[in-house]
């Protein structure tokens, strides 16, 4: 599901730019991904506690346009109330997919935003929830799959689920009392990327021009964690300090980079060959 029906489209077409400019973008393609990029866009509610929020979230999610929910291990099934509280918008609620953990429901994304109550608490880039909306529309045009994450009601998102995300995003609420319903805040993030949409054309950035490279998924990039995880422990890269730290500012470093598939198998190469060292070093066979 995109934003709007055709007719609210044409209007607000024929309202905000003229003719010349809009066959300009038709013939680069460049109009079409973007008026089709929040079909690209999925929210993820993780670890919900209360059915009744992941219907509040579908219908807060549906009046702003967008259709794509994805459900991570929620503590209780979908139930009566949950379709009750989405009031009309049972399509979205009874289409999500509900997957185990929060590395399936993104593997395929490559722009992973995590919604956070706590203003600043991970050490990731913090958006407002508009610079947010575009950065998601602008990406989600290239084209690729973007997702923002919502955590638990009690406890939000674990630090190990914030790490998965690219960027963090904070609605700037009372710091004393900084904490909106799930579904309130599903509702802000969705009526940011419909204003971002609306905006159009103007309000986001086009695909970065000369990136020619298939860019790496989220499950690829994960993989080489993964292995570059175990070479520094086959390397001694710790030498008895605790591995969390590094790999924080590692993962760091590399999700800012998007990095591609060729960029990922090069790297890949290169830590099997320092593992394969490692065992050389240590006498061990190949
Ligand atoms: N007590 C939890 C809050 C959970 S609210 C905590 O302190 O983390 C449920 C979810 O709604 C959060 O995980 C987050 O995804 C979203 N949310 C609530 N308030 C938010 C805010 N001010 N900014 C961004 N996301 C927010």
Same mark, same amino acid.
């Given at each position: 599901?995109?934003?709007?029906?055709?007719?609210?489209?044409? $209007?607000?077409?024929? $309202?905000?730019?003229?003719?010349?400019?809009?066959?300009?973008?038709?013939?680069?393609?460049?109009? !079409?991904?973007?008026?089709?990029?929040?079909? &690209?866009?999925?929210?993820?509610?993780?670890?919900?506690?209360?059915?009744?929020?992941?219907?509040?979230?579908?219908?807060?999610?549906?009046? !702003?346009?967008?259709?794509?929910?994805?459900?991570?291990?929620?503590?209780?099934?979908?139930?009566?109330?949950?379709? &009750?509280?989405?009031?009309?918008?049972?399509?979205?609620?009874?289409?999500?997919?509900?997957?185990?953990?929060?590395?399936?429901?993104?593997?395929?994304?490559?722009?992973?935003?995590?919604?956070?109550?706590?203003?600043? &608490?991970?050490?990731?880039?913090?958006?407002?929830?508009?610079?947010?909306?575009?950065?998601?529309?602008?990406?989600?045009?290239?084209?690729?799959?973007?997702?923002?994450?919502?955590?638990?009601?009690?406890?939000?998102?674990?630090?190990?689920?914030?790490?998965?995300?690219?960027?963090?995003?904070?609605?700037?609420?009372?710091?004393?009392?900084?904490?909106?319903?799930?579904?309130?805040?599903?509702?802000?993030?969705?009526?940011?990327?419909?204003?971002?949409?609306?905006?159009?054309?103007?309000?986001?950035?086009?695909?970065?021009?000369?990136?020619?490279?298939?860019?790496?998924?989220?499950?690829?990039?994960?993989?080489?964690?993964?292995?570059?995880?175990?070479?520094?422990?086959?390397?001694?890269?710790?030498?008895?300090?605790?591995?969390?730290?590094?790999?924080?500012?590692?993962?760091?470093?590399?999700?800012?980079?998007?990095?591609?598939?060729?960029?990922?198998?090069?790297?890949?190469?290169?830590?099997?060959?320092?593992?394969?060292?490692?065992?050389?070093?240590?006498?061990?066979?190949?």
């Amino acid at each position: 599901m995109g934003f709007g029906g055709g007719k609210e489209r044409s $209007r607000r077409r024929g $309202r905000s730019h003229s003719l010349p400019f809009v066959a300009v973008l038709l013939a680069s393609g460049l109009f !079409m991904s973007i008026e089709t990029a929040p079909s &690209r866009i999925r929210f993820v509610l993780v670890g919900t506690q209360h059915p009744g929020n992941m219907g509040a979230a579908a219908r807060a999610m549906k009046t !702003m346009g967008l259709g794509r929910l994805v459900l991570v291990a929620p503590e209780k099934p979908l139930n009566e109330e949950a379709f &009750r509280r989405s009031a009309g918008a049972e399509d979205v609620l009874g289409d999500a997919p509900v997957v185990a953990t929060l590395a399936d429901a993104v593997a395929d994304c490559r722009l992973v935003l995590g919604c956070t109550a706590r203003a600043r &608490r991970v050490q990731l880039e913090e958006l407002l929830p508009g610079v947010a909306a575009q950065r998601a529309l602008a990406k989600a045009a290239e084209p690729a799959e973007v997702a923002f994450v919502f955590g638990r009601e009690r406890t939000g998102l674990t630090n190990e689920e914030l790490q998965l995300c690219h960027l963090a995003v904070h609605i700037p609420s009372n710091p004393d009392f900084s904490s909106l319903n799930l579904a309130a805040a599903v509702q802000v993030l969705a009526y940011e990327l419909r204003m971002a949409s609306l905006g159009g054309v103007s309000a986001v950035a086009p695909a970065e021009p000369g990136f020619r490279e298939e860019p790496a998924s989220h499950a690829q990039v994960e993989g080489l964690f993964g292995q570059l995880g175990d070479t520094l422990d086959d390397i001694d890269f710790h030498k008895g300090r605790a591995p969390e730290s590094a790999m924080r500012k590692l993962r760091r470093l590399f999700l800012r980079t998007e990095l591609s598939e060729q960029e990922v198998r090069l790297l890949r190469g290169i830590l099997s060959d320092a593992q394969r060292m490692a065992r050389l070093a240590a006498g061990k066979p190949q």
